[in-house]
């Protein structure tokens, strides 16, 4: 199971305390941020995406969204998200429970600079119903994710 990988790596990493399951889904930034008891923007979501050289993870805060501008000045084309039949078999990990730890050869991560407006992000690890508690650094080492500017923030918190 994909949970045992994430959790060896996070072990690894001595980070495997901070794994957190839940007897309620945490599939959504809203249900996530319900079962942690924190605020949305904590949630570090998860954006699957498949470009022309394979899978992306674009890892953001809970309430940013993807600025397709952006994306494409980066990746030089427009961003697909993964159709949802497809999410489990190119990145490892079911639909809502996608997260940058544990990925198959090739599906690059990407950290977008939102989420270092908190000291400690939420990203799921692997299923639907669980998370782990990091700080943004702690989810870089973990990742080898590259820090990037790909989305922005609701005009509240700009």
């Given at each position: ?132 508690q990091l700080t943004p650094d702690e989810l870089a ?18």
């Open positions: 199971m994909r949970t045992e990988a994430v959790r060896a790596q996070l072990a690894a990493r001595g980070l495997g305390d901070r794994y957190r399951e839940f007897t309620v889904s945490s599939a959504t930034v809203a249900l996530a941020a319900e079962a942690l008891h924190c605020e949305a923007g904590r949630i570090a979501k998860t954006l699957s995406i498949l470009t022309a050289t394979g899978p992306v993870l674009v890892v953001a805060m809970g309430l940013a969204r993807l600025d397709n501008r952006k994306f494409k000045d980066l990746f030089h084309e427009k961003a697909r998200f993964i159709p949802v039949e497809d999410v489990e078999r190119l990145t490892g990990h079911p639909q809502g429970g996608v997260c940058p730890f544990a990925l198959p050869e090739g599906v690059r991560v990407f950290l977008d600079e939102s989420l270092r407006r908190y000291d400690v992000v939420y990203p799921a690890a692997g299923a639907p119903n669980n998370a782990v080492a973990v990742t080898g994710g590259q820090w990037v500017d790909l989305c922005k923030l609701p005009e509240e918190l700009a």
